[in-house]
């Protein structure tokens, strides 16, 4: 157990609707990522967030918006899904974000596999 | 721009075998950090290591090593002796010191460890 935890486990859902992943960074973890794992692209980074700011954007489309709030967990919303988004989307956090510095390894959640039908 | 290769897609040993798991990266930074997860079939993503560009000492973890060599951008996995419980598909992931860049991973490898 990596101390992430991330909600739903499972989520399906239709073409166009709209959804929202929820993730509990470690305690003590201020930095939270989410990266996509789909078939064809792999593990891609989208977005971090550190201590309530945005940090880094990665290849995250313009339907897909996150935030993390004071108590610095985070949420993923995705909207007009599409089949293409259809994957497993993970959470990590670390104990800091910030660069240059000292990286801290990133523990992983343990996904939200999205459906799309 | 960081690429992390993993030529090896899938990989099936006999148990108790041993079985290395090939990582080349390709970074111009000379501070860098390099990573290895596994993910088994129930699908998290468990951290294995994590090695700094500075430290080229290899380590070793039980039936696990890592071999680190920066004169071919290389850092390899190698389980020694392996299990049916090691079957999993194994990440090899990049990050760099500068710049907004998380981590940047491989496509991955596929380990089958049959009985």
């Known amino acids: 157990d990596s101390g992430v935890t991330q909600t739903p486990k499972h989520l399906i859902t239709a073409t166009g609707q709209r959804v929202t992943l929820r993730c509990s960074p470690r305690?003590?973890?201020?930095?939270v990522y989410w990266y996509q794992q789909s078939l064809d692209q792999g593990l891609q980074f989208l977005i971090q967030?550190?201590?309530?700011?945005?940090?880094a954007k990665g290849n995250i489309l313009e339907r897909f918006s996150a935030q993390q709030f004071p108590d610095l967990h985070s949420e993923l919303n995705l909207s007009s899904l599409e089949l293409g988004d259809s994957a497993l989307y993970f959470c990590?956090?670390?104990?800091?974000?910030?660069?240059?510095?000292?990286?801290?390894?990133?523990?992983f959640g343990p996904g939200t596999r999205l459906t799309v039908t | 721009a960081q690429k992390v290769t993993q030529a090896q897609t899938e990989i099936s040993v006999v148990e108790k075998e041993d079985v290395t798991l090939d990582c080349v990266y390709e970074?111009?930074?000379?501070?860098?950090?390099l990573f290895w997860y596994k993910q088994p079939p129930s699908g998290e993503l468990v951290f294995l290591i994590r090695?700094?560009?500075?430290?080229?000492q290899n380590e070793i973890s039980g039936r696990y090593s890592w071999n680190f060599q920066k004169s071919t951008s290389s850092f390899n996995f190698t389980i020694t002796a392996s299990q049916v419980v090691d079957s999993a598909v194994y990440f090899c992931?990049?990050?760099?010191?500068?710049?907004?860049?998380?981590?940047?991973f491989g496509k991955g490898t596929r380990l089958s460890v049959i009985a």
């Open positions: 970074t111009r930074d000379t501070t860098y950090y």
């Open positions: 990590a956090s670390s104990v800091s974000g910030q660069l240059p510095g000292p990286n801290y390894e990133q523990y």
């Open positions: 305690s003590g973890d201020l930095s």
């Open positions: 967030y550190y201590n309530g700011e945005e940090r």
């Open positions: 992931a990049l990050r760099m010191n500068s710049g907004n860049t998380p981590l940047v």
């Open positions: 090695r700094n560009s500075f430290d080229e």
